[in-house]
């Protein structure tokens, strides 16, 4: 039930994104298949904050601190790029055009995704 809440979240926040930018495209001939797009893009999301953004977290640790932490929303940015990159690999119609917009977009999705799980009841979450 958590993995399922957490995959609508990131749903929701992907979605608030591609809906605030005009660069960070959800395509489908149906509102269904941009739902179905939003769900699958989320799913590869959370795989890639799961595996490699901890690794590319701990690599740049000296550059965090050095940076106060700013250095976590390029780091987000550059995850919402390889999810780009990986739905562009496996045909699924998402794309975020270029490191400026992948920065707003992160920083939006981390935004909203924090809003969701604020508003959603804890007994949903455990």
Avoid: H, Q, Y
Avoid at 11 to 20: E, I, M
Avoid at 48 to 65: G, R, Y
Wanted: hydrophobic content about 60%; proline content about 3%.
């Amino acid at each position: 039930m958590k993995l399922l809440v957490r995959l609508i979240a990131n749903a929701l926040a992907v979605g608030a994104a591609a809906w605030l930018l005009d660069d960070i495209t959800v395509s489908g001939t149906t509102t269904t298949r941009r739902v179905g797009t939003l769900l699958v893009v989320a799913a590869i999301f959370g795989l890639v904050n799961a595996f490699v953004k901890p690794l590319a977290t701990l690599l740049s640790l000296p550059f965090i601190v050095l940076t106060l932490g700013l250095l976590i929303f390029v780091i987000n940015a550059l995850m919402l790029l390889l999810t780009s990159w990986i739905s562009d690999g496996l045909d699924v119609p998402f794309g975020v055009e270029g490191f400026g917009t992948a920065l707003l977009g992160a920083l939006i999705i981390t935004v909203v995704s924090w809003l969701v799980n604020v508003v959603l009841p804890d007994e949903l979450e455990t």
